[in-house]
């Protein structure tokens, strides 16, 4: 057994005690009122959008509850997973989307049309589908170079072929200089659902293992400095790839041990852990020894002010996993190319539902919330 | 990481823990003020209060930069954004901070070109590449951050930029704490001292507080090491019957402070015969302001500031949070009118802040997770 694997054991005892006094101190039945009013419904009150409406945190999550969901309602939107799941006379479908406006539009290791094709297979990867057809919607700026167009168009077609995905339909829009910033993709997918599992942010049980596919937190930071506005340069490149090989492995290896794939993209690891808590109704508790982090990045984000946990990656995906099936999910992850740095990194328990908490390598504890504001704009 | 790795070490602070168990007189309680919101942060961020016998509580001071802008300052900026031609830039926490009417980020989504920036240095070169636009910096923050404001006005200066303004909102950390010392309503043992501020300018104006109040002070670190070994070492003057400044930041802090830091805002600079706090009201010689000879840098000379005055909003208790009165979750709108995606105050709003770092680490049943999360 791996250090790793043991680092979130104390965890797992954790979580089984159910303390709460009989008797809740002031401080308590304040906290209990925040909590009531935290599973409020939620309302925006902004009158106009703001960057953190597209930040990936709160913001984002009220948007999308109070005006999409409420205007779209129906029950295969509801679960808000990362794709819907369509069930067709030939079989099971995923079917998702997903809009790229990175900026720098190149950057080490990658650009916004790998990542536009990356983005959607994942999504797919995530349902646990195996992807088959992309569309392709392009928002250009007028005057934007027509060889950098090509470019992004020959990188989305190495994207494609490495994923196994045709790219059969789009539409390009062309709006005058200043409208758009140079060069916008918005990607939709379908997928063949083969296998009998249900992957669910809700299907997360006490006990249950919280593992990560590798080190994160490298295209957030490798965009973020590719933009030049910080001076500070590092050795680092972004992770974008398409994870369906990876989460198709994790899948034949731990069956319906799998509770959930999430690539952590918008909003890092920490937003997937809380929408897993929220949905499943249980608490997540990570170990920050347990983290894989480069020191790289994490020295960029400690300039920063940004907390690791919360930073994208196109490359990484969060899987929580039945006790019984870690070791073989750990093994299968790291059988592949994508999953060599695969680590538990928390595990799911009872108490408090809802939260996320994060054992300090300081030997404390603190709660991993939902994000309010951008530190990072414009990442994906 | 190195520099940081070893002042988050966990097993170190586990024995730090013991000493300072150890060195609590039985049956004594001690109430510490941290002053600096950046210690606030990192007391929650690490958990360290799990390192902390019962008999000690931390009071979270004023010291965040963001935390003390009054509503009417915030208008006055955005008044400001909202003249032809001008792009604000500000630092990234500020964003967010309620006005009388709206956020800078507010302003910005109705069309005021409000930019964030890292440093004072960035704010100038946004003045550099956009020479028809007047670029206005709002510059906030205690001695820590005044120099490099200074030192950009000099800069601007010498490259002859002539659309760059300073719309300046510099405190004074001394000030700051002769209010709270003043305070008829706090109970404080001692303080853990300022650190960054303390770079700029040294020990020896914390002596007062020693000296003619009794109650010692240890400038501290912001690893969350520095600010156990603080803990300890106040601890250790009372154990000692001693009441000083000590200096445990003494890697970063020189006593004297810096001189050069000091001369080049003296420079630049002239301290306001007072100035209004964010729930601390009026204070004297809390600020600086341009000198008349830097009025052409000055965007309250250039632009003809409103001077607005908004009062605090009434459920607000910012005040006697910033005064460590009372904790963060005993304000009563605290976490349900008042949470980060709708702050009513400013201490929900930076991460420095008491009540944001309250929320956003330490918003959990201690009683019910502390045994539940031993290792």
């Given at each position: 057994m791996s250090p790793h694997e043991t680092t979130a054991g104390w965890a797992e005892e954790a979580v089984r005690e159910h303390a709460g006094s009989p008797h809740p101190s002031r401080e308590e039945q304040v906290l209990e009122r925040i909590a009531r009013a935290r599973a409020r419904k939620p309302r925006i009150r902004e009158e106009r959008i703001t960057l953190s409406h597209g930040a990936g945190g709160k913001a984002t999550h009220t948007l999308i509850e109070a005006v999409f969901l409420e205007a779209f309602r129906n029950p295969l939107l509801e679960p808000l997973e990362d794709g819907?799941?369509?069930?067709?006379?030939?079989?099971?479908?995923?079917?998702?989307?997903?809009?790229?406006?990175?900026?720098?539009?190149?950057?080490?290791?990658?650009?916004?049309?790998?990542?536009?094709?990356?983005?959607?297979?994942?999504?797919?990867?995530?349902?646990?589908?195996?992807?088959?057809?992309?569309?392709?919607?392009?928002?250009?700026?007028?005057?934007?170079?027509?060889?950098?167009?090509?470019?992004?168009?020959?990188?989305?077609?190495?994207?494609?072929?490495?994923?196994?995905?045709?790219?059969?339909?789009?539409?390009?829009?062309?709006?005058?200089?200043?409208?758009?910033?140079?060069?916008?993709?918005?990607?939709?997918?379908?997928?063949?659902?083969?296998?009998?599992?249900?992957?669910?942010?809700?299907?997360?049980?006490?006990g249950d293992a919280v593992l990560v596919s590798g080190p994160i937190g490298d295209h957030g930071i490798t965009v973020m400095l590719a933009r030049g506005e910080l001076d500070i340069s590092a050795d680092v490149v972004s992770d974008t790839a398409s994870l369906h090989g990876i989460a198709a492995d994790l899948l034949d290896a731990a069956g319906d041990g799998v509770r959930l794939l999430r690539d952590a993209t918008r909003g890092g690891v920490a937003t997937i852990c809380n929408e897993v808590a929220v949905a499943s109704g249980v608490a997540v508790v990570l170990e920050e020894k347990a983290l894989p982090v480069r020191p790289v990045v994490n020295g960029a984000a400690e300039l920063l002010g940004i907390d690791p946990l919360y930073v994208a990656c196109e490359g990484r995906f969060v899987a929580v996993v039945a006790p019984e099936q870690v070791a073989a999910a750990l093994a299968a992850l790291r059988a592949h190319p994508l999953g060599e740095g695969a680590v538990r990194i928390g595990t799911v328990g009872e108490d408090p539902p809802g939260l996320v908490l994060l054992r300090t390598a300081f030997g404390g504890t603190r709660i991993v919330d939902l994000l309010v504001g951008d530190p990072l704009p414009r990442i994906c | 990481m190195r520099y940081v790795d070893e002042y988050r070490d966990g097993d170190k602070a586990r024995a730090l823990a013991t000493a300072i168990a150890a060195s609590c007189e039985p049956g004594r309680r001690y109430s510490f003020m941290e002053i600096c919101g950046g210690h606030t942060h990192t007391i929650y961020k690490h958990g360290l209060e799990d390192h902390l016998p019962e008999a000690i509580t931390l009071v979270h001071g004023p010291g965040c930069p963001v935390c003390v802008i009054p509503m009417g300052r915030v208008d006055d900026a955005i008044a400001l954004a909202e003249q032809p031609d001008v792009i604000l830039t500000s630092f990234g926490d500020m964003l967010r901070v309620p006005g009388g009417r709206g956020s800078f980020l507010d302003s910005k989504a109705a069309g005021a070109d409000i930019r964030m920036v890292y440093?004072?240095?960035?704010?100038?070169?946004?003045?550099?590449?956009?020479?028809?636009?007047?670029?206005?910096?709002?510059?906030?923050?205690?001695?820590?951050?005044?120099?490099?404001?200074?030192?950009?006005?000099?800069?601007?200066?010498?490259?002859?930029?002539?659309?760059?303004?300073?719309f300046c909102n510099h405190v004074r950390v001394v000030p700051a704490i002769t209010a709270i010392l003043d305070s008829p309503d706090l109970r404080l043992d001692g303080f853990v001292g300022p650190g960054h501020v303390s770079t700029v300018i040294g020990c020896e104006p914390y002596e007062f507080i020693a000296r003619d109040h009794g109650m010692p002070l240890v400038c501290s670190g912001f690893e969350p090491l520095d600010i156990l070994s603080s803990i300890h070492g106040l601890l250790q003057q009372f154990a000692d019957g001693r009441c000083e400044v000590e200096n445990e930041y003494a890697r970063v802090v020189?006593?004297?402070?810096?001189?050069?830091?000091?001369?080049?805002?003296?420079?630049?600079?002239?301290?306001?015969?007072?100035?209004?706090?964010?729930?601390?009201?009026?204070?004297?010689?809390?600020?600086?302001r341009l000198r008349p000879e830097y009025a052409r840098f000055d965007a309250e000379q250039i632009f003809g500031v409103p001077g607005v005055r908004v009062a605090d909003p009434p459920a607000c208790q910012c005040g006697e949070v910033l005064r460590g009165a009372i904790k963060p979750w005993e304000c009563k709108v605290f976490g349900t009118a008042c949470t980060p995606e709708t702050p009513i105050g400013t201490c929900m709003v930076s991460s420095e802040g008491a009540c944001a770092a309250y929320y956003n680490f330490g918003r959990f049943s201690r009683s019910r997770v502390k045994e539940a999360t031993a290792p």
């Open positions: 819907a799941s369509l069930v067709t006379a030939a079989g099971r479908l995923a079917f998702t989307t997903d809009s790229f406006v990175v900026s720098p539009l190149f950057f080490p290791g990658g650009d916004i049309g790998d990542l536009a094709v990356n983005g959607t297979v994942n999504d797919l990867a995530m349902c646990g589908a195996r992807p088959l057809y992309l569309s392709a919607g392009f928002i250009l700026e007028e005057g934007f170079p027509v060889a950098d167009l090509q470019r992004i168009a020959a990188s989305m077609a190495r994207a494609a072929e490495a994923a196994g995905v045709q790219i059969v339909t789009g539409d390009t829009k062309v709006v005058q200089r200043g409208k758009a910033d140079g060069c916008y993709v918005t990607t939709a997918g379908v997928g063949m659902l083969e296998r009998d599992v249900v992957l669910s942010a809700a299907a997360a049980r006490p | 440093s004072p240095l960035d704010a100038l070169k946004v003045a550099r590449n956009n020479p028809e636009k007047r670029v206005v910096f709002m510059a906030i923050g205690f001695e820590t951050t005044t120099p490099s404001t200074a030192m950009t006005i000099l800069r601007a200066e010498a490259e002859g930029i002539e659309n760059f303004s300073v020189p006593w004297a402070g810096n001189p050069k830091a000091l001369a080049v805002i003296d420079e630049v600079m002239e301290v306001r015969e007072t100035f209004e706090w964010r729930g601390l009201g009026w204070i004297p010689d809390s600020a600086m």
